[in-house]
């Protein structure tokens, strides 16, 4: 971890320590491949909320930038708008002489307009679509400044999250479609006063300096309304990025004249939205090859040098771009037994 980013997280270690609940955070961070199972399992066994807390920094402090950077995110997902404001100048920014991070070739713009607006970084496996991620930044550059919807759908696990996530990775379409930044939000399947905490969230986000409002809105439409004002006035020409869309009338709460990118199960959830739209579906199952390409990546070894094995591994595990820690486990389990 850089010197900076240590010492900022060292400098608030108390005001963190003291605040915040590691449960909501730890699944962000595991999500983007920076915590494992395991280190989640020592946290909990912590017997307070501070104390586990404390372990959680302490375990972050051992770790790269990217674990800094991840932590960041899930501080502003979780409403710890003020605790995240804390870290904001510790924030890495890779960069070299011709701007691009030497390992992802991502220019430190597209670093931090994406850090900022929340996006979940690279799994630690990662397996390149890139018809795809072409196909998802054609539609978003239709968009053309309007608002609009483009749905990326497919089964649970087929990597619509990283697709989204990836699509976004791109220093042109950043810089001329989306100048505003973008604002990732992790939605999932919601009751009413979940949504309302998600709209919440999101409000306080996009209003740091509180210019619009000191307090939080009290009901579904009042913070629609909210969403509405802020996106206009203090974020336009920006791209808001639902993630896993369950249900229409969730949908509806966002409904609010902006640019949309959404992942879902369901395509039909845009029914019920006024605005031009464009759908991109994703293939259940990478395939054969691609499977190998993940399982080589993870064992660090050459595709060509995987044993005969591999090939029933890939076909009973039915591997596919996530990658969630719970996958490659059973991987490696089924890789011992062979």
């Not at 404390?54 to 402090?61: E, H, S, V």
């Not at 992802?104 to 795809?132: D, M």
């Not at 978003?140 to 759908?153: A, C, D, F, R």
Request: net charge positive; glycine share 6%; aromatic share 6%.
């Amino acid at each position: 971890m850089d010197a900076k980013a240590r010492n900022c997280l060292l400098q608030h270690r108390e005001a963190l320590e003291k605040d915040i609940k590691t449960s909501y955070i730890m699944d962000h961070m595991i999500s983007d491949g920076f915590l494992t199972i395991l280190e989640e399992e020592k946290v909990r066994n912590e017997p307070t909320q501070q104390q586990r807390a404390a372990m959680l920094i302490k375990m972050i402090l051992k770790k790269d930038n990217g674990s800094y950077i991840s932590f960041y995110n899930a501080l502003l997902h979780e409403g710890y708008k003020d605790l995240a404001a804390l870290l904001h100048d510790g924030i890495p920014v890779v960069s070299s002489s011709s701007g691009k991070d030497s390992v992802s070739g991502i220019t430190s713009y597209v670093r931090t307009v994406l850090c900022e607006g929340g996006v979940p970084q690279r799994p630690v496996v990662f397996v390149a679509r890139k018809k795809l991620v072409n196909a998802i930044q054609q539609k978003l550059s239709k968009l053309n400044g309007e608002p609009g919807w483009v749905t990326i759908y497919g089964m649970a696990g087929c990597g619509k999250s990283v697709l989204a996530a990836e699509a976004v990775r791109d220093h042109s379409l950043l810089k001329h479609c989306f100048p505003g930044g973008v604002h990732w939000v992790s939605v999932g399947k919601q009751d009413k006063s979940g949504l309302l905490m998600k709209l919440q969230n999101l409000c306080t986000r996009l209003d740091q300096d509180e210019s619009f409002s000191q307090r939080l809105p009290l009901n579904i439409e009042e913070a629609k309304d909210r969403l509405r004002i802020l996106m206009l006035r203090k974020h336009p020409s920006s791209l808001l990025i639902l993630d896993d869309i369950w249900d229409p009338w969730v949908l509806k709460a966002f409904d609010n004249q902006c640019q949309i990118l959404l992942t879902t199960r369901d395509k039909s959830v845009t029914d019920s939205v006024m605005g031009p739209k464009y759908v991109i579906p994703v293939e259940s199952s990478l395939g054969k090859e691609k499977g190998l390409e993940i399982l080589s990546l993870f064992v660090n070894m050459k595709k060509a040098d995987l044993p005969e094995q591999a090939h029933s591994i890939i076909k009973e595990c039915k591997v596919v771009e996530r990658c969630h820690w719970a996958i490659l486990t059973d991987l490696l389990h089924k890789w011992n037994q062979s």
